[in-house]
């Protein structure tokens, strides 16, 4: 399970805190907010299956495909990176707590209802 704690980060002279934290066991959230402010500048999910809870999951897939193994689950966890690239993109933006997904390392808005077509 992936710690929960405020952490600080300095992304292009601002100042920012992050959080991590589980949504289920296959995503994680991460909120972004400037220092000093409470209303979140935004949120992105970020696939991440937890080999503590996805164990025999993955053991199986171990097993039986290991060629798959990379493909059928997200190990990477949430870094400084994935949080510097969100903070570029809703940084200069007018608009706030819009929500993200970060998958294969690139991060893309998440299309909401009322904009999908």
Same mark, same amino acid.
């Given at each position: 399970?992936?710690?929960?704690?405020?952490?600080?980060?300095? !992304?292009?002279?601002?100042?920012? &805190?992050?959080?991590?934290?589980?949504?289920?066991?296959?995503?994680?959230?991460?909120?972004?907010? &400037?220092?000093?402010?409470?209303?979140?500048?935004?949120?992105?999910?970020?696939?991440?299956?937890? #080999?503590?809870?996805?164990?025999?999951?993955?053991?199986?897939?171990?097993?039986?495909?290991?060629?798959?193994?990379?493909?059928?689950?997200?190990?990477?966890?949430?870094?400084?990176?994935?949080?510097?690239?969100?903070?570029?993109?809703?940084?200069?933006?007018?608009?706030?707590?819009?929500?993200?997904?970060?998958?294969?390392?690139?991060?893309?808005? !998440? #299309?909401?209802?009322?904009?999908?077509?």
């Amino acid at each position: 399970m992936p710690k929960q704690r405020v952490r600080r980060i300095v !992304v292009d002279g601002g100042v920012y &805190r992050w959080r991590v934290r589980p949504v289920d066991p296959h995503w994680l959230t991460v909120r972004v907010w &400037r220092d000093g402010e409470r209303i979140p500048l935004a949120d992105m999910r970020i696939p991440f299956d937890d #080999p503590s809870v996805n164990y025999p999951e993955m053991l199986v897939a171990a097993r039986h495909a290991p060629e798959r193994f990379d493909e059928l689950f997200a190990r990477e966890p949430v870094g400084p990176g994935h949080v510097a690239d969100l903070i570029r993109l809703c940084a200069g933006q007018e608009w706030r707590c819009r929500t993200f997904e970060a998958i294969d390392g690139i991060v893309q808005p !998440v #299309p909401t209802p009322a904009s999908a077509e």
